[in-house]
């Protein structure tokens, strides 16, 4: 399994509601992130994880808050997020923190209205 | 602090042409890796290349070339015949190797580079 797997694909949710982004690896890969992609906009780091410790927060918001459960899995949980969060939320896994190869997930395209 | 400089927004080409897309990058690491990233519209990152800072060998695979010069921070990709298929957004991105420096395990985009090439 050579894949990171984001879900859901899209997500529309209300500026009260409270959601979750999930993402799964099965690489064995120890490091795991965050990336925010607005429209026409290059990926920008969110969160690094490594071996489930928060590694690196790039001073985001806190109706942000990223969990890692097991080596596995990163959740991002949104609450009371803007319209301007809308973006697309891209998940990726290195093997280690040291920048081995960086595999993506497909993202999840998320809507705040 | 690490910058990395696509200048062309968007290229225009017609199919069978070649194609150079340019990646200037900053940094103050002297151990980094550089990338080169695919973008379809379904919205994934495709991995292409990875470079580190020690290996200015240029690459070739199939249809794709790489060209390192550390001597003027650069990595250009050239796309040989370009196809339809090949329309994309293409990212440059860079992210530094030394364990406390302050782009380790950060990986930092260029602004990417629209390639579109009509049959």
């Known amino acids: 399994d050579t894949e990171v797997t984001q879900t859901p694909k899209h997500l529309v949710m209300g500026m009260t509601n409270k959601k979750s982004l999930k993402c799964e690896q099965h690489?064995?890969?120890?490091?795991m992130y965050w990336y925010k992609q607005k429209a026409k906009k290059p990926p920008e780091l969110m969160f690094v994880?490594?071996?489930?410790?928060?590694?690196i927060n790039e001073s985001v918001p806190s109706r942000f808050s990223p969990e890692c459960p097991n080596s596995s899995l990163l959740n991002l949980h949104l609450h009371a997020l803007q319209p301007e969060d809308s973006a697309l939320y891209l998940c990726?896994?290195?093997?280690?923190?040291?920048?081995?190869?960086?595999?993506f997930g497909s993202g999840t395209r998320l809507t705040v209205v | 602090a690490q910058k990395v400089t696509q200048a062309q927004t968007e290229i225009s080409v017609v199919e069978k042409e070649d194609v150079t897309l340019d990646c200037v990058y900053e940094?103050?690491?002297?151990?980094?890796?550089l990338f080169w990233y695919k973008q379809p519209p379904s919205g994934e990152l495709v991995f292409l290349i990875r470079?580190?800072?020690?290996?200015?060998q240029n690459e070739i695979s199939g249809r794709y070339s790489w060209n390192f010069q550390k001597s003027t921070s650069s990595f250009n990709f050239t796309i040989t015949a370009s196809q339809v298929v090949d329309s994309a957004v293409y990212f440059c991105?860079?992210?530094?190797?030394?364990?406390?420096?302050?782009?380790?395990?950060?990986?930092?985009f260029g602004q990417g580079t629209i390639l579109t090439v009509h049959p």
């Open positions: 990726a896994s290195s093997q280690a923190l040291a920048n081995y190869g960086y595999t």
């Open positions: 690489m064995g890969h120890r490091a």
């Open positions: 994880y490594s071996y489930e410790k928060l590694s």
């Open positions: 940094t103050r690491d002297t151990t980094y890796y």
């Open positions: 470079r580190n800072s020690f290996d200015e």
């Open positions: 991105a860079l992210s530094g190797l030394r364990a406390g420096g302050t782009s380790y395990g950060k990986l930092t």
